[in-house]
């Protein structure tokens, strides 16, 4: 006895192709912008009459965005390996601690994902001047630590709820202190969830431009505040390579994530076994 296929002919067809055309409209643009950044002329063109590749070497040659990327490099290291540390001493006491003022505190943590950054941007730049502390790398690295940190909340927290605590437990009932249990047991299992964060966090704190063009002073600017200031006085298609360049490095490092280690148990998508 056959069974009848319940879905419509026309949603079998159309449904796929409804996602290609989302998918070619997202990605128009980046389309676009490629094609022009092998722009031979010093002027945004599409189509390029004639291709060239000097403003890619511009792009690595050029000292302002040299001195963005080492300052960009440092902030990100440095927020994300920290948003990293107290995002997951946050999300094990939230999922393992009662203690009064739980849910706001879970509120006032992940604020940052629905509170514009020029607003936290703003708000950290006039509480800096009210104290008149100096606006150096740990104001800009604090800025980023409260925009990322949200992420590597929301990664270990999913992965906290995938954990079986009893194998903790069977750990300390032989006799392993909470400290190597956390070292050997839970840190070990919470891996997939800590490096997602981590890695959404320096993706995030890499490219973050909004808070920063507040925050940072001419010694501490970051690659994106460089790009914004370039973007006023030329109107080359430097900007455009650089941004052909993120894209690819940055398509790089998820591929590389999900070839040997997989994104879905990055993400917690896919059940681990």
């Not at 055309?21 to 063109?45: H, Q, R, W």
């Not at 403003?55 to 050029?62: A, G, H, K, M």
């Not at 954990?163 to 300390?172: F, V, Y």
């Amino acid at each position: 006895m056959k069974i009848r296929n319940a879905t419509p002919f026309w949603l079998r067809i159309g449904a796929p192709l409804l996602v290609g055309i989302l998918l070619a409209f997202v990605l128009l643009p980046v389309v676009v912008v490629t094609l022009a950044s092998f722009n031979d002329k010093a002027l945004l063109s599409f189509p390029p009459a004639a291709w060239s590749w000097r403003w890619f070497d511009r792009v690595f040659t050029y000292p302002d965005f040299k001195d963005g990327f080492r300052a960009s490099l440092v902030v990100t290291i440095w927020s994300s390996v920290l948003a990293l540390v107290i995002g997951t001493a946050l999300a094990i006491a939230v999922k393992r601690l009662e203690f009064p003022g739980k849910h706001a505190l879970q509120a006032v943590l992940l604020s940052p994902l629905v509170i514009p950054h020029f607003t936290l941007g703003l708000g950290l730049l006039i509480l800096v001047a009210q104290l008149k502390l100096d606006r150096g790398y740990a104001i800009v690295i604090l800025c980023h630590i409260m925009l990322v940190l949200p992420f590597v909340l929301r990664s270990v927290y999913v992965s906290m709820e995938n954990l079986d605590e009893r194998l903790e437990h069977s750990a300390a009932s032989l006799g392993a202190s909470p400290v190597r249990v956390l070292f050997t047991i839970t840190v070990p299992l919470l891996a997939p969830g800590l490096f997602g964060g981590w890695l959404f966090a320096a993706i995030m704190s890499f490219s973050e431009f909004t808070a920063s063009l507040f925050v940072t002073t001419q010694s501490t600017q970051t690659l994106p505040v460089f790009m914004y200031n370039y973007v006023r006085e030329f109107a080359d298609p430097t900007l455009a390579a650089l941004s052909v360049v993120y894209i690819a490095v940055t398509a790089s490092v998820l591929a590389f994530a999900n070839y040997f280690l997989g994104l879905g148990k990055i993400l917690n998508i896919e059940e681990t076994r």
